[in-house]
């Protein structure tokens, strides 16, 4: 199984920025689209950013667009989400998830993918 751990969320002030990683213990990601999705209290699951598997293609909500970038390691065993002028509502818990490959990959669908990091909290304040 596919083990992912995200880190680097925190607590940082709006207009301020954080980078998210997300590693595969011990294994590569290299086989797998991955993305980034969040879910803030009282919220359904929201995409945010997704990534091929070859790093060549990526798509974003329209709420992060010009804001957030997904980007993978050179190693490909790492996919991170740099995160630049947050605002308030990007306060959640951001997930990394990998799917496995497959032609009609419909990023934007948390059902797409088979493996779920823990998360790691991102905060906001004002």
């Known amino acids: 199984q596919v083990q992912l751990v995200e880190s680097g969320g925190g607590l940082v002030q709006a207009g301020g920025s954080l980078r998210l990683s997300c590693a595969a213990s011990?294994?590569?990601?290299?086989?797998?689209?991955m993305g980034w999705f969040r879910q803030a209290p009282g919220k359904e699951r929201e995409f945010v950013a997704a990534?091929?598997?070859?790093?060549?293609?990526?798509y974003y909500a329209d709420s992060v667009k010009g804001r957030f970038t997904i980007s993978r390691g050179s190693a490909r065993n790492t996919v991170y989400l740099q995160m630049n002028s947050l605002k308030l509502e990007d306060t959640a818990v951001y997930h990394c998830?990998?799917?496995?490959?497959?032609?009609?990959?419909?990023?934007?669908?948390?059902?797409?993918?088979?493996?779920w990091g823990q998360g790691t909290q991102v905060t906001v304040s004002s």
């Open positions: 990534i091929n598997w070859s790093g060549d293609s990526t």
């Open positions: 998830a990998a799917a496995r490959t497959s032609r009609d990959w419909v990023y934007r669908s948390w059902d797409e993918y088979n493996f």
């Open positions: 011990g294994r590569t990601l290299s086989s797998y689209h």
